[in-house]
């Protein structure tokens, strides 16, 4: 394949109605910075950093950054950095995710804009890596994927400890009054003590596992820690891999393909990854016109077994995960489910990668698919009157004691009615309970934050109890565990059956079926749903109405309709 366009600074021109007055413009423009006109000749590998002092995990870029350059210059090319919006997960409100879009426009945007011929997309954080998938699909430019790498663990009183399921394991402690504030003090300044993304398989780590699996980063470097040399020499070589990619130019329409993203999925279910990998692969993938189909999802869990024994779902870091073999030993193990002739950055198809990996893999981390931690997928998709639309499982980090149960629903219509009654010694709740929590989705004035994790009300989590079901139309984070159940669609917010449920109501769940019911007759939701007013609206401005007007269900991937491609859009509204 080739590319017919100019190449370098002639590239793209800022139109003053005279290309070659555009031309010389620019390049006198680019003298002021040092650069000669022999080194203004060559092809540019733009480099989208997204660096941030509101961004733990992305600390060590600078670093990062200079190696990916030096990848460029060994490759013939131009490196030029640019910066882009970063999302720090912990350090946005609402929600990171109500800023995922505005990132991936942003990353979109400039990389059409700019004069590149490639593109390297440095993200590590959550929502950054997804958010630069999403816009290198729609821009369609070479590009390399390059992730921050998770932590390395620390140490408390002899454990070992990392962001940021331990995290949420002592929170819960201090709860319910296991530990002091002393303690709970000490362990704070112990979770995060290193640059890189959560220790543990959160949605981070999940996400640098899906870009790997597409094929938009190099082989084998999804899982190196962030500390590591290895990080520094990853990044020269994704320099180095982008600049090759501009002779011949592997576009991520090439790479992203139903069949990729289906490998993706698989490996979603065996790495029991995050439940927000669900939302991001939908959008990711729907901005190429691919859509992921939840039904689909259930068909392959159940072929796909559970493979790695990380945190929340087992016990591992991902730096275990790193040297027991990484994303590839798991690729191995599920080389007769997948793909095979999916194209890869490198201009190898996942079979030829695969044929020439070997390497000792240590089998205490990243079980064989003969002998799986679990037969069946880590995540699942229910449906039934309570969600027609679907709604998400994480079951390979629940109780499976809580997987086929009928219980009251106790609910909290508000994240704000949540924080005043949750912990009250008058919430009328017990054990056997379903927590449900409404009007927490992606139009809400909330955003869709990870408050599905509900909190144990106080005086259970007092009394010893860990885990009891809880239902909202929020995420959780990929960190977190319990048998939750996230992402129903509709939400609530927009009239879906979650908005009808009403304290004392029975919920049945069976994960065997699939299924989250609201067992109450027809007529009643009916008449409920003629009873539900419309409250009038907040008045909301900027980028704040955009996202309220234009985000679509979770089904959908939460991405705005208006960014994905124009024959899918017309498609949708024909229908």
């Excluded at 030029?80 to 979109?108: A, H, Y």
């Excluded at 002592?170 to 704070?188: D, L, M, N, P, V």
């Amino acid at each position: 394949m080739t590319d017919d366009q100019p190449r370098g600074l002639a590239r793209g021109l800022t139109n003053y109605g005279d290309p070659d007055f555009s031309v010389y413009l620019r390049r006198s423009f680019a003298a002021s910075m040092g650069y000669s006109r022999e080194v203004l000749k060559k092809p540019i590998v733009g480099i989208a950093n997204s660096f941030s002092g509101f961004n733990n995990c992305h600390r060590h870029f600078p670093e990062m950054v200079e190696a990916v350059k030096r990848g460029v210059l060994l490759g013939g090319g131009l490196p030029l950095e640019f910066p882009t919006i970063s999302l720090g997960e912990v350090f946005l409100s609402p929600t990171s995710l109500k800023f995922r879009n505005l990132m991936s426009i942003d990353t979109e945007e400039m990389i059409r804009a700019q004069p590149m011929d490639a593109v390297v997309l440095m993200g590590g954080c959550d929502k950054t890596v997804p958010a630069q998938l999403m816009g290198a699909a729609s821009a369609d430019l070479p590009a390399v994927q390059l992730v921050a790498g998770p932590m390395m663990t620390s140490r408390h009183e002899g454990e070992r400890l990392g962001a940021c399921t331990d995290c949420r394991r002592f929170w819960g402690k201090y709860r319910a009054t296991e530990i002091s504030a002393e303690q709970i003090a000490a362990i704070e300044g112990k979770l995060a003590t290193t640059a890189g993304t959560c220790a543990v398989m959160g949605t981070a780590s999940t996400m640098a596992c899906i870009a790997e699996t597409l094929g938009m980063t190099l082989p084998g470097t999804a899982a190196i820690p962030a500390v590591h040399a290895d990080r520094l020499r990853a990044a020269e070589a994704s320099g180095m891999a982008a600049a090759r990619m501009i002779q011949n130019p592997i576009r991520p329409s090439e790479i992203i393909t139903e069949k990729s993203v289906e490998n993706a999925l698989r490996v979603l279910l065996a790495i029991g990854g995050s439940t927000n990998a669900i939302i991001h692969l939908t959008a990711i993938a729907g901005r190429l016109g691919i859509r992921v189909s939840l039904e689909r999802f259930n068909q392959l869990s159940d072929e796909t077994p559970v493979l790695v024994n990380l945190k929340p779902v087992g016990q591992g870091y991902m730096e275990d995960f790193f040297f027991a073999g990484g994303v590839g030993a798991v690729l191995r193990e599920l080389k007769p489910l997948l793909h095979l002739d999916c194209m890869t950055v490198t201009g190898e198809t996942l079979g030829e990668r695969l044929a020439a990996e070997t390497g000792p893999v240590d089998r205490a981390i990243i079980a064989s698919a003969s002998e799986p931690l679990e037969p069946e997928g880590g995540l699942v998709a229910l449906f039934g009157n309570l969600a027609p639309r679907g709604a998400i499982l994480k079951r390979s980090a629940a109780d499976r004691n809580l997987f086929e149960k009928e219980g009251r629903a106790v609910v909290f219509t508000s994240l704000e009615d949540l924080s005043n009654r949750i912990d009250s010694p008058d919430l009328d709740v017990t054990e056997d309970d379903i927590l449900v929590l409404q009007n927490a989705g992606p139009r809400s004035a909330s955003g869709m934050p990870e408050a599905g994790y509900l909190p144990i009300p106080k005086r259970l989590a007092a009394k010893g109890l860990k885990d009891m079901i809880r239902i909202s139309d929020a995420r959780m984070s990929g960190t977190a565990f319990g048998t939750i159940v996230l992402h129903v669609a509709p939400e609530a917010s927009v009239g879906g059956p979650l908005a009808l449920v009403r304290d004392g109501d029975r919920i049945r769940l069976s994960v065997k079926e699939k299924t989250i019911s609201l067992l109450v007759p027809d007529e009643e939701l009916e008449a409920r749903r003629r009873a539900l007013s419309d409250p009038a609206p907040a008045p909301r401005r900027g980028y704040d109405r955009l996202y309220a007007e234009e985000v679509l269900q979770a089904d959908e991937g939460c991405d705005f309709a208006f960014c994905q491609p124009l024959a899918a859009a017309a498609g949708e509204e024909a229908e």
